[in-house]
């Protein structure tokens, strides 16, 4: 099938998040399994910076914002590795700012003008470049007006009629809300803003949109999908979510495994392992980084680790919580990479200081650091409030670092809570723990702890988890399956 990827991120060209890194592993996978995927982004500034070779197209675009005529031009690219075009959208005006949508705690003003233009720049490409396309498929609220685009003032027109849209929601707290006058710089009909299609509590939702006008709607796991029907994850969209319940499923996202492999990692130098030779593997690999971290050298100390954006969403008011409690009584070292909300970069900050022999803390973005961490610990902490998928789960199982979560989202579909039945029948991976409550995530941890000093169980734990396959392969197939339905359904009628 033919693919057009609508999407303001794709990894190496541009990243803020797991976006970025699904709309750059899923096309070249989709290209794997023989499909002709296309992917449509922003050329942000970061874009240009990427290294990424780019060439000009001479295609250029005008696209009515509101009274006006706003230009743009094509530029072209392929995803590293892999012969998947990429179509970047030149509009210096829009785009060529050192952020792609906030700077210093703050939406640009123009966000609204600036997506419509690409959500319109998006669709012009395919008359314009000629490109096939069987499937929109668009992600998040920056392409969320796409969908309404095809069921409106495009797809009466070729070569966009019968096209049909599958759009997926990455996070359902980000929602592209504008105030209302905005409609007017989308050039719809102000009949389609109503609280059934594109408003959304006086404002224009572009989120709300794209579910309103999409074919098909998933999201990054399967109970990631059930969670947002009702509040609080639901984030005022259960209305519309819950009538579009037969047209939503949820669909996990896939590891890379040649970045996140223990066996050839290029971080860990001489202290590669896999599920035979972990044992030695990992205790090197420790050892290296309680020096790196200025932790004491002790083998036997569990080691807990957390790498993640520093947000209320990943539970650091939890994780902050039982650090103090456990610092001061249990013989456990804790290792924190992460930048995000200043309240806890003091909050760790002031712990480090306080446990220097049992916390270490690292307030920066750091690739390798998080490679080491993975490799390193014993045991990494994710207690989330929610969580459409999460990676660094899935990156723990791959090296051995046995995680503790809470289940929720992604994080229920991918770890499997270590019970007396579950270690029985050989299914356990990790430690999980419902009530969102630092009780309940020092109770998991304390079984983890509990767990380690138990070799044959800890090694059962390990190993499950190394063996898991979480590649990209699987999803790309489930994603195929649903482009290749939503496509012979053809576009569902709107009113
Ligand atoms: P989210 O997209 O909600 O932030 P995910 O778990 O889906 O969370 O993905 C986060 C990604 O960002 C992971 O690859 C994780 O390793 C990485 N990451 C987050 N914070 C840091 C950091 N401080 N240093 C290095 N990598 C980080």
């Not at 699904?22 to 992917?39: I, N, S």
């Not at 969320?144 to 759009?167: I, N």
């Not at 594109?198 to 572009?206: A, I, P, V």
């Not at 419902?434 to 109770?443: D, F, G, N, P, V």
Request: aromatic fraction near 10%.
């Amino acid at each position: 099938m033919n693919i057009l990827f609508a999407t303001s991120e794709a990894a190496p060209f541009s990243k803020t998040g797991g976006l970025g890194d699904v709309c750059g592993a899923l096309p070249r996978e989709l290209a794997k399994l023989g499909h002709r995927p296309v992917v449509v982004l922003p050329a942000f500034r970061q874009v240009k910076l990427s290294g990424m070779p780019i060439e000009p197209t001479g295609v250029s675009v005008d696209v009515p914002i509101g009274q006006k005529m706003v230009r743009g031009q094509y530029l072209r690219s392929t995803l590293p590795d892999s012969d998947v075009p990429v179509i970047l959208i030149e509009q210096p005006e829009y785009y060529d700012r050192p952020q792609p949508y906030r700077e210093h705690g703050e939406d640009y003003k123009d966000n609204c003008e600036r997506f419509v233009f690409y959500c319109r720049a998006a669709l012009e490409a395919i008359s314009r470049l000629g490109l096939p396309v069987d499937v929109v498929h668009c992600h998040d609220w920056c392409a969320g007006l796409v969908p309404a685009y095809l069921k409106t003032l495009y797809g009466r027109l070729e070569p966009w009629r019968g096209l049909t849209s599958v759009l997926t929601i990455h996070n359902l707290a980000y929602q592209g809300n504008f105030w209302h006058w905005d409609m007017a710089l989308t050039g719809l009909d102000w009949k389609y803003f109503n609280w059934r299609q594109m408003e959304f509590y006086g404002n224009l939702s572009f989120l709300k949109t794209g579910v309103a006008f999409a074919d098909a709607i998933t999201t990054v796991s399967p109970s990631y999908a059930r969670e947002i029907l009702s509040p609080p994850l639901s984030c005022g969209f259960e209305g519309i979510l819950q009538n579009r319940v037969g047209d939503l499923s949820g669909i996990i996202n896939g590891v890379d495994y040649n970045e996140w492999n223990p066996a050839a990692d290029r971080y860990l130098e001489g202290n590669c392992y896999d599920e035979h030779t972990y044992p030695a593997g990992k205790a090197a690999c420790k050892r290296e980084l309680q020096r790196l971290v200025d932790l004491p050298v002790q083998a036997d100390v569990p080691m807990l680790a957390a790498i993640s954006r520093l947000a209320d969403q990943k539970g650091f008011d939890l994780i902050t919580r039982v650090m103090r409690h456990w610092a001061e009584r249990v013989d456990a070292q804790w290792v924190i990479l992460g930048t995000g909300e200043p309240k806890y970069h003091e909050a760790l900050g002031s712990l480090a200081k306080e446990f220097p022999d049992r916390v270490a803390v690292r307030l920066e973005f750091s690739d390798e650091l998080a490679h080491r961490i993975e490799a390193g610990a014993d045991i990494f902490v994710m207690p989330s409030q929610y969580e459409p998928c999460g990676l660094n789960q899935l990156y723990s199982l791959k090296y051995g670092t046995v995680p503790v979560v809470r289940a929720t989202g992604g994080l229920r579909d991918t770890v499997v809570n270590a019970t007396r039945q579950t270690l029985d029948d050989g299914t356990a991976t990790g430690f999980s723990f419902e009530e969102y409550t630092s009780q309940a995530l020092a109770e998991a941890l304390d079984r983890a702890c509990r767990a380690v000093r138990e070799k044959a169980v800890w090694n059962q734990l390990v190993e499950t988890g190394m063996r898991q396959d979480w590649s990209w392969r699987h999803s790309a197939e489930r994603y195929a399956d649903l482009y290749e339905r939503t496509a012979a359904r053809g576009p569902l009628a709107v009113e």
